[in-house]
């Protein structure tokens, strides 16, 4: 079974992919025709790469390509979406992005980060550079048939797309997975729903693709404990020291995901300094709380809530 999907915006950028995961021993399987795949084929191979040739087509249409490319491919066993974008910025890559997010749903956001440091193309203060030239000035900008206009990323992002996207920049990339993992969550608990990052060597997309990983993955172990055993509210060992929240050990807290309205502060005059995950509507999310809550909501909390007392070593 596929658990890799690239949609390519054309097809030489769909097969360089496909070359590549080739080179590290995945199976790939090319579709070129809607109406002649083979799931056979499909459930045979570790990556599906559908390229949809929508760079130079209507945003409209682009986006159209892309939904039914994404509905078409999308399965519970899939653990990667990619969207394969020019690495110089044209066509409708913010239309695109719109498309395969709405496709999946809320709980998805899209990682962007159009660099490729074998061919000099780079991003670094939000502003793309090839061959050290920023994009604007280069030759690339005056495409006859896709120019682009400014270097700025997420300037070129948010005129297309109809989602908040919000800017990593290389500052915030300089501590490690884990704080960048943090900085990812804190865009998403704002609403961003397209982050999109600087990124100079082959090392800086390992450390967005470590951070990704991580962004989720001390919070899926916790939940996945919780839910074997009916928990619906969490305590995390989280509290609130004046402005930031920190774990009982002192350290400060990376990983925010809060439910929406959240954090509260204070409800009904009682302060809420503590933190816990709260099971709603399908996800788990962060929520403030009380050191007692049973006592003022029994109803919501008594029975079925429990507590983290270490996760791993």
């Not at 609130?240 to 204070?266: H, M, Q």
Request: glycine share 8%.
């Amino acid at each position: 079974m596929a658990q890799c999907v690239v949609i390519a915006d054309d097809l030489t950028g769909g097969n360089a992919t496909g070359v590549l995961l080739t080179k590290m021993d995945y199976s790939v399987y090319t579709i070129l025709n809607k109406d002649a795949v083979e799931p056979a084929l499909i459930d045979g191979c570790d990556c599906v790469i559908y390229p949809t040739d929508s760079r130079g087509i209507s945003p409209e249409e682009a986006y159209d390509r892309v939904y039914r490319a994404t509905e078409l491919l999308k399965k519970e066993d899939v653990k990667l979406y990619s969207h394969r974008i020019d690495s110089t910025l044209r066509g409708n890559l913010g239309a695109e992005t719109d498309a395969v997010l709405d496709s999946l749903g809320k709980d998805y956001v899209a990682i962007v980060v159009p660099t490729f440091p074998a061919t000099s193309r780079v991003v670094i203060g939000g502003y793309m550079l090839v061959d050290g030239i920023p994009l604007h000035k280069s030759g690339i900008a005056v495409d006859p048939k896709t120019p682009v206009k400014t270097s700025n990323v997420t300037e070129v992002l948010e005129k297309q797309t109809k989602y908040r996207v919000g800017t990593i920049r290389m500052d915030n990339m300089m501590n490690g997975k884990h704080h960048l993992a943090g900085v990812m969550n804190e865009m998403i608990s704002a609403g961003c729903r397209i982050l999109s990052l600087d990124a100079v060597t082959q090392e800086d997309l390992d450390l967005i693709a470590d951070a990704v990983i991580t962004s989720r993955q001390e919070l899926d172990e916790v939940t996945a404990l919780a839910e074997q055993q009916g928990i619906l509210h969490l305590w995390i060992g989280c509290h609130r020291e004046g402005d930031i929240l920190v774990w009982e050990n002192g350290e400060p807290v990376e990983f925010l995901l809060w439910a929406e309205g959240e954090p509260s502060y204070e409800w009904d005059g009682v302060a809420e300094d503590y933190i816990m995950l709260d099971y709603e509507d399908g996800a788990w999310v962060y929520n403030d709380n009380s050191n007692d809550p049973v006592s003022l909501y029994p109803n919501r909390y008594s029975g079925n809530m429990g507590y983290v007392l270490e996760i791993g070593n």
